[in-house]
């Protein structure tokens, strides 16, 4: 009787732990797709500053609110660029923007050069997972001579978007139904903006007005699609806003009390709310990693049509933190609670942390990213402990100008941007501060003073063995960076600006072409025309 009891017992105990082991791997296991979705809407010039979520007064992002709302709100996330190419670059790639030779500054639909094609990015990546992949809105990663540079070459299986920024190109109406782009920073040197379908050109020039819906409807078939046929998919959705110009279509001009670039902004939400009606109505938000973010700080020059800092000092193209701390959000329902994350993290991190959450095989090259999993689904802190800031006209001989570790930012070099404004009241932003070295570098505590006002630089301890540590650790760095020749610096050609009409004159306001693509009046989102939920 007792042998018996003890037999079940056994038995018992060996299928209980066959349970709670089945059970623990259950755990890491189920609720996960095993090949979740990526998404990563990635927005233009928006600062740290300027969305609802990171404490703006005026904006209205009910959208971006209810990411944010369900998501985890990151507060020290940094772009590895204070400009638009290299920031793109890295993001895709998961690499500095030096080591493609993504710099400096930024591409131009004359330049020959583009993100090189052995350059491996997150489509490529996913690939071989089973994955497809579509690229809608910004490129800006070059063109090249026949469009070689654009996604196709890059493993996206669709591209529809713009080569460069709007602001690359001319245009005259920006807001509806009829309103001129405001400070008209168009350019007329170019041809009208390019909107291509894959490699074709199917609408020049861009119809700004309607070009939001048009990303949204593609957007939108290629998510339902790939439901349809059971196909795990990359979408890197490169919005226009809210680089200069602003515009905004039908749906929301008009609507913001913050102005023209309230307006921009609210169109930008409209875009990540029709994704995430999109992954809603097909039941897929809990099998979707979606990250949200910025390529670089607010266009301070623009004053009331360009973004916010916050309470980051000075803005794009500088590394103040202003420059290169951008908002940034990760949804994924089921595993991650939501709340705000202060742990250090970078668009480098992006590619590490999508190989890891898809079982993907990372690039066998030098990568400079971090796997964000610890501490976005763990609760631990992040593998990142330091940041290195290259500044947008990054060159060999100052190399990185300043360091990150832990709370500790040891600036060695500052330099403003006409881009930040050369009226700015803070003089260390305006185009005319000059880079400027740094002997000792200045220090500041990040955590206690994020507005960096306070250099607690000082020649004792701790402070002395804290600048000797990031020192070293800048020198170690940079000695390590490998530097690809610039793609910037190729030969540039007028006559490669996209042109539907090639051969035409007087170019390139000559490049002018009936559209193939769907008009704003036949509506060409009516398929999806319900009404948005209603936010609280
Ligand atoms: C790409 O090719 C260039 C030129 O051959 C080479 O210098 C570079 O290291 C290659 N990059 C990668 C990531 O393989
Ligand atoms: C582009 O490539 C074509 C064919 O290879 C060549 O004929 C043409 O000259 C090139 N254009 C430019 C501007 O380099
Ligand atoms: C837009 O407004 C301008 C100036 O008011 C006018 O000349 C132009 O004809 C208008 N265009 C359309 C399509 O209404
Ligand atoms: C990775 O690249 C290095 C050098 O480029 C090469 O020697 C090595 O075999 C590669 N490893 C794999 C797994 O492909
Ligand atoms: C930062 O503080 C140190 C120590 O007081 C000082 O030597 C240095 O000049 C300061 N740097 C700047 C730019 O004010
Ligand atoms: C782009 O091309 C694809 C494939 O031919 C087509 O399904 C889609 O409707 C096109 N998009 C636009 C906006 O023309």
Redesign the pocket.
Known sequence: MIMQCFQWSILMLVLSSFLFVSLIINCFTTGRAKRPNIIIFYADDLGYGDLEPYGHPTSSTPNLGRLAAGGIVLTQFYSSSPVCSPSRAALLTGRYQMRSGVYPRVFNVEMSGGLPLNETLISKMLKPEGYRSAAVGKWHLGLGNNSVYLPHNHGFDEFLGLPASPSQCRCS?CFY??V?CHRAPCSPEYSPCALFNGTTIIEQPADLLTLDDKYAMQSRRFIRTNVETGTPFFLYYASHHTHHPQYAGKETSGTSIRGRFGDSLAALDWEVGQIYEELKENGILEDTFFFFSSDNGPSLSLENFGGNAGLMKCGKATTYEGGIRVPAIVHWPGQITPGRSMELSSTLDVLPTIASITNAKLPNVTLDGYDMSPFLFQGMPSLRESFFYYPSKVDTEHKSYAVRYKQYKAVFYTEGSALSNNKNKDVDCRGTSLRTYHDPPMLFDLEQDPSEQYNISINHSPERDIILKLTKMRADFDAKMVFAPSEMNKPRDKNLMPCCNRGCSPYPSCCHCISSAPRANNDPLALYKKPMEKII
């Open positions: 109406v139904p009829n001129t």
